[in-house]
């Protein structure tokens, strides 16, 4: 069970996609069950209506589907929390040792997009990078929570993300800071799918990238040095997390900023895929600087 949003930028309408063991594959319309795939939905047990709805036949077949735009899994989401340098090979690359605690940062939720909408380089970016990440949706609320256990049960499901960093507004210089880095428009691709936690196994997926064609991250989520239930328990203890939220698990060794590549430039061409959530695909444009009044 694929849990997805198709249609133009801001009239998605919710879906869910059925995948047979002879390779079938189905779409269904969610219209009969909620008016799109939010924090409200997940928060009141939509995934598990979802399911009854298919056993019992309820959902209406949707047709098209192939000329409909894929949107983000999710509407925006209240809050996209970033976690840094949550692989070994990755923290080494970016020249740092590897946490002892979780690296956590913020991401506004503007940057949310689709998983294969055209991806804008700020108009003097040099550094734009690519990181292709495990995302946590979160599926009911979680604050303080007492245990690794508990903060399992807040987890709705996984999708693919991308997390795109310009390095220079990031990290050097006098004003680099991951905040100005991590923020930039369509810079957090989501999907194509949600995929309900029940369904996969979050601990163990592999990650992949490229650019152009050419491979670039290859790792898995086993590798991660805080894994999903942990990254949840921890953010709980600073930030209320809401269904819907997104957490960026972190990205694995690969990306430019380890010097092995060079940064993106327009008409470049990113791919990020996470095994059982489905394959991104941006192709990368420069956004025009704005024209003075």
Same mark, same amino acid.
Request: glycine share 14%; aromatic share 8%; hydrophobic share 35%.
């Given at each position: 069970m694929k849990?997805?949003?198709?249609?133009?930028?801001?009239? *998605?309408?919710?879906? %869910?996609?059925?995948?047979?063991?002879?390779?079938?594959?189905?779409?269904?319309s969610l219209l009969p069950l909620t008016a799109d795939v939010d924090g409200a939905f997940l928060g009141s047990g939509g995934l598990a209506n979802v399911r009854k709805a298919l056993e019992a036949g309820e959902l209406p077949v949707l047709e098209g589907v192939a000329a409909l735009r894929i949107g983000s899994p999710l509407a925006r989401p209240g809050s996209v929390v970033g976690i840094g340098m949550n692989y070994a090979a990755h923290a080494a690359e970016s020249g740092a040792e590897p946490p002892t605690i979780p690296v956590v940062f913020l991401k506004p939720s503007n940057t949310v997009t689709g998983p294969c909408d055209p991806a804008p380089m700020p108009p003097r970016s040099t550094h734009y990078d690519w990181e292709v990440e495990l995302g946590i949706v979160i599926g009911r609320e979680a604050s303080y929570l007492g245990s690794v256990e508990e903060a399992a049960a807040c987890i709705a499901g996984y999708v693919t993300a991308n997390d795109l960093s310009e390095r220079e507004y990031q990290l050097p210089g006098a004003a680099g800071?991951?905040? #100005?880095? #991590?923020?930039?428009?369509?810079s957090t691709p989501l999907g194509p799918w949600l995929v309900p936690a029940d369904g996969i196994d979050g601990g163990n997926l592999r990650l992949r990238s490229w650019v152009n064609g050419e491979p670039r991250q290859d790792s898995s989520s086993s590798e991660l040095i805080f894994d999903a239930p942990t990254l949840v328990h921890h953010c709980s203890q600073y930030m209320r997390l809401e269904p819907g939220d997104v957490?960026?698990?972190g990205t694995p060794q690969g990306v430019?900023?380890?010097?092995?590549?060079?940064?993106?430039?327009?008409?470049? %061409? %990113? *791919?990020? *895929?996470?095994?059982?959530?489905g394959r991104q695909r941006q192709e990368l444009f420069r956004a025009p600087a704005a024209v003075p009044a």
């Open positions: 849990i997805m949003r198709l249609g133009e930028s801001g009239s *998605e309408q919710p879906a %869910v996609l059925v995948s047979s063991a002879d390779g079938t594959d189905r779409y269904f800071q991951w905040t #100005k880095g #991590k923020s930039l428009p369509g957490i960026l698990t430019a900023l380890s010097g092995r590549f060079p940064y993106l430039r327009p008409g470049d %061409v %990113v *791919e990020a *895929e996470v095994e059982g959530l």
